[in-house]
């Protein structure tokens, strides 16, 4: 009997620490991160959202402590500083983009060509090229009706960080819009030889004033056939009864990832529940131990 007991408490310990593991390891999604509201098609990690979006969108902690909602590419990963839901747009602010404060040589930005996000209206402000970029590059990429930025941004003490002069030449300064990345998704620094890049946003108020500009870079997302076929709907029940929007691999079919530790396939307020848990929003807690009560009572 003793030798049974010891059986049994050692197989209920080792399903105890694999639950601790997992729910660990894979919180459950979320609809918010950070200061950020999230939505769909928007998800905080694996199960949740769009599955479109999973690979290149997730929530993590950043290094001050907090949560930061990210883009991962090819080329590096951004932090997410607004989403706009109506005009199906976010922006990034890339950690080696420079500003009025600070300037510093910039890697290549791009998207990954398989993603759902498409370059948006953001203007980039090329620092410290040759001034052949400017005057000689066929066909042009420099917009000489936005040359103004320029003469603003190298008003900047900061540009000696790129080994400029103060105020320098403009020449050596390009406001290049494009309607997209290059053939590799990228905006190639390297190629253009340009030390480093500002994205303005929006000028605001202030057209002249590049210390009160807006700074990022914008980027559209299009909606594919599982995010469009009846997902409005399905994510209005879903959103309005406490739930997150989510799906569940391998099929990817549509979840609603409730707080009570299970998921359904309509909204948290119905009983049809999915019958597979995604790996981002695993039962809670609480359900895990209900679920041990149980294998103890059958067990003993």
């Known amino acids: 009997m003793e030798q049974l007991l010891c ?14 593991l997992a729910l660990a390891s894979d919180p459950a999604c979320r609809d918010t991160c950070g200061s950020l509201s999230v939505k769909f098609p928007f998800g905080t990690g694996v199960g949740c959202g769009s599955p479109r979006f999973q690979p290149y969108i997730s929530c993590s902690q950043s290094s001050d402590g ?9 080329t590096g990963v951004y932090p997410i500083t607004s989403i706009s839901y109506e005009a199906a747009a976010f922006t990034v602010t890339p950690p080696l ?4 404060t600070s300037m510093q040589p910039s890697p290549n ?22 001034p052949s970029l400017t005057s000689k590059a066929s066909p042009p990429i420099c917009d000489p ?8 941004i190298y ?6 960080s790129l080994g400029l002069p103060l105020f320098p030449p403009t020449n050596s300064c390009c406001v290049y819009s494009p309607a997209n990345f290059n053939t590799k998704g990228e905006l190639d620094l390297h190629a253009l030889k340009c030390a480093a ?26 909606q594919g056939k599982f995010d469009n076929y009846g997902m409005d709907t399905k994510c209005y029940a879903c959103d309005s009864s406490g739930g997150v929007c989510g799906y569940a691999p391998p099929s ?49």
């Open 197 to 222: 890049y500002a994205s303005v946003v929006t000028l605001g108020d202030y057209p002249t004033d590049p210390t009160r500009w807006e700074y990022g870079v914008v980027f559209k997302y299009t």
């Open 97 to 100: 983009m420079s500003n009025c």
């Open 7 to 20: 059986f049994i408490f050692f197989h209920i310990f080792i399903i105890v620490l694999a639950l601790q």
């Open 155 to 160: 008003t900047c003490p900061s540009v000696v």
């Open 109 to 130: 930005l791009g998207l990954d060509w398989a993603s759902p996000f498409q370059l948006g209206p953001s203007a980039f402000i090329l620092l410290s090229c040759p």
């Open 252 to 300: 990817n079919s549509f979840v609603c990832v409730c707080g009570n530790g299970f998921n359904t396939s309509s909204n948290c307020n119905g009983y049809s529940f999915a019958g597979i848990w995604s790996s981002g929003s695993r039962p809670t807690r609480k359900a895990w131990w209900g679920i041990l009560a149980w294998l103890v009572f059958w067990l003993v």
């Open 66 to 74: 907090g949560d930061q909602l990210l883009l991962r590419t090819h």
């Open 145 to 152: 009706s936005l040359s103004h930025l320029c003469a603003s």
